[in-house]
Protein backbone atom coordinates (compact mmCIF):
# COMPACT_ATOMS: atom_id res chain seq x y z
CA UNK A 1 0.00 0.00 0.00
CA UNK A 2 3.10 2.23 1.19
CA UNK A 3 4.82 2.12 -2.65
CA UNK A 4 1.28 2.39 -4.24
CA UNK A 5 0.69 5.63 -2.64
CA UNK A 6 4.09 7.27 -4.01
CA UNK A 7 2.85 6.40 -7.68
CA UNK A 8 -0.05 9.16 -7.05
CA UNK A 9 -0.04 12.25 -8.67
CA UNK A 10 -0.33 15.72 -6.78
CA UNK A 11 -2.44 18.09 -8.36
CA UNK A 12 -1.76 21.58 -7.25
CA UNK A 13 -3.60 24.55 -7.44
CA UNK A 14 -2.21 27.80 -7.00
CA UNK A 15 -3.98 31.80 -7.39
CA UNK A 16 -7.02 33.07 -8.00
CA UNK A 17 -9.19 33.69 -11.45
CA UNK A 18 -12.28 35.31 -10.71
CA UNK A 19 -15.75 34.05 -11.99
CA UNK A 20 -17.26 35.08 -15.61
CA UNK A 21 -20.45 36.62 -13.24
CA UNK A 22 -17.74 38.66 -10.83
CA UNK A 23 -15.54 40.22 -14.29
CA UNK A 24 -19.22 41.08 -15.95
CA UNK A 25 -19.75 43.14 -13.43
CA UNK A 26 -16.81 45.71 -14.31
CA UNK A 27 -17.81 48.76 -16.61
CA UNK A 28 -15.09 49.45 -18.63
CA UNK A 29 -14.83 53.48 -18.77
CA UNK A 30 -16.57 53.45 -15.36
CA UNK A 31 -14.94 51.09 -12.85
CA UNK A 32 -11.21 52.41 -11.58
CA UNK A 33 -9.30 50.75 -9.22
CA UNK A 34 -10.92 51.15 -6.14
CA UNK A 35 -14.19 49.41 -7.52
CA UNK A 36 -12.12 46.17 -9.04
CA UNK A 37 -10.46 45.71 -6.36
CA UNK A 38 -13.97 45.93 -4.17
CA UNK A 39 -15.44 43.00 -6.89
CA UNK A 40 -12.86 41.01 -7.52
CA UNK A 41 -10.32 41.47 -4.41
CA UNK A 42 -6.31 42.24 -4.58
CA UNK A 43 -4.70 41.33 -7.85
CA UNK A 44 -2.09 38.53 -7.57
CA UNK A 45 0.49 40.76 -9.60
CA UNK A 46 0.75 44.57 -11.16
CA UNK A 47 2.55 45.53 -14.47
CA UNK A 48 6.07 46.45 -13.27
CA UNK A 49 5.81 49.46 -15.47
CA UNK A 50 3.17 52.21 -14.76
CA UNK A 51 1.09 49.49 -12.77
CA UNK A 52 -1.76 50.42 -15.01
CA UNK A 53 -2.31 46.88 -15.71
CA UNK A 54 -3.76 44.07 -12.75
CA UNK A 55 -2.77 40.19 -12.97
CA UNK A 56 -5.34 37.54 -11.95
CA UNK A 57 -3.55 34.30 -12.15
CA UNK A 58 -4.98 30.37 -11.43
CA UNK A 59 -2.32 27.86 -12.45
CA UNK A 60 -3.23 23.98 -11.73
CA UNK A 61 -0.23 21.56 -12.58
CA UNK A 62 0.38 17.59 -11.63
CA UNK A 63 3.74 15.84 -10.52
CA UNK A 64 4.28 12.39 -10.12
CA UNK A 65 7.06 11.36 -7.78
CA UNK A 66 10.65 13.53 -8.60
CA UNK A 67 9.44 14.46 -12.60
CA UNK A 68 8.60 17.66 -13.90
CA UNK A 69 5.84 19.04 -13.05
CA UNK A 70 2.93 19.10 -15.88
CA UNK A 71 1.16 22.51 -16.36
CA UNK A 72 -3.18 20.74 -16.59
CA UNK A 73 -4.73 24.42 -16.70
CA UNK A 74 -3.58 28.52 -16.52
CA UNK A 75 -5.49 31.22 -16.53
CA UNK A 76 -4.89 34.60 -16.43
CA UNK A 77 -6.97 37.79 -16.51
CA UNK A 78 -5.37 41.06 -17.06
CA UNK A 79 -7.04 44.60 -16.58
CA UNK A 80 -5.80 47.48 -17.91
CA UNK A 81 -6.42 50.69 -16.82
CA UNK A 82 -6.87 53.70 -18.91
CA UNK A 83 -4.85 57.19 -17.94
CA UNK A 84 -7.82 58.08 -16.22
CA UNK A 85 -7.23 55.45 -13.73
CA UNK A 86 -10.54 53.74 -15.57
CA UNK A 87 -11.39 50.37 -16.68
CA UNK A 88 -9.68 50.30 -20.31
CA UNK A 89 -10.13 46.68 -21.05
CA UNK A 90 -10.08 43.49 -19.91
CA UNK A 91 -8.48 40.13 -21.83
CA UNK A 92 -8.33 36.54 -21.04
CA UNK A 93 -5.04 34.22 -21.50
CA UNK A 94 -5.48 30.24 -21.42
CA UNK A 95 -2.44 28.04 -21.50
CA UNK A 96 -1.99 27.81 -24.65
CA UNK A 97 -1.29 31.38 -24.89
CA UNK A 98 1.81 31.05 -23.12
CA UNK A 99 4.84 30.77 -24.29
CA UNK A 100 8.00 28.44 -23.56
CA UNK A 101 11.05 30.42 -22.71
CA UNK A 102 14.77 29.54 -22.69
CA UNK A 103 17.06 30.62 -19.98
CA UNK A 104 20.69 31.52 -21.42
CA UNK A 105 22.96 29.60 -19.97
CA UNK A 106 26.16 31.67 -20.77
CA UNK A 107 28.23 33.34 -18.26
CA UNK A 108 29.47 37.06 -18.18
CA UNK A 109 32.88 37.58 -18.80
CA UNK A 110 34.93 39.04 -16.03
CA UNK A 111 38.21 41.32 -16.51
CA UNK A 112 41.61 39.32 -15.72
CA UNK A 113 42.19 35.94 -15.71
CA UNK A 114 40.90 32.81 -14.01
CA UNK A 115 42.73 31.16 -11.11
CA UNK A 116 44.10 27.98 -10.96
CA UNK A 117 43.27 25.82 -7.42
CA UNK A 118 46.95 26.08 -6.08
CA UNK A 119 46.90 29.43 -6.90
CA UNK A 120 43.38 30.45 -4.77
CA UNK A 121 45.28 28.33 -2.22
CA UNK A 122 48.56 29.41 -2.24
CA UNK A 123 47.96 32.99 -3.78
CA UNK A 124 47.70 35.22 -0.63
CA UNK A 125 50.51 34.03 1.33
CA UNK A 126 52.53 37.09 3.04
CA UNK A 127 50.03 39.32 1.92
CA UNK A 128 48.21 39.50 4.97
CA UNK A 129 49.94 42.42 6.71
CA UNK A 130 48.70 44.47 9.78
CA UNK A 131 47.46 48.30 8.51
CA UNK A 132 50.57 49.74 10.61
CA UNK A 133 52.67 47.73 7.97
CA UNK A 134 54.31 45.77 10.60
CA UNK A 135 54.76 42.07 10.32
CA UNK A 136 54.01 41.95 14.39
CA UNK A 137 50.63 41.49 16.62
Known amino acids: MIALS ?3 PTVEVRGYVPDDE ?4 ITEGVDGPFEVEDKLGSPLSVATFGGK ?11 LAFFEEEVLD ?4 AIAFDDAG ?11 DGQI ?3 ADSRTPTR ?14 GRFNSPSGGGGY
Open 22 to 25: LIGA
Open 86 to 96: LVKNIRRYGVE
Open 101 to 103: IDI
Open 112 to 125: GRELGFLEQIFGNI
Open 74 to 77: QQVV
Open 53 to 63: TWYYISRRTES
Open 6 to 8: GCT
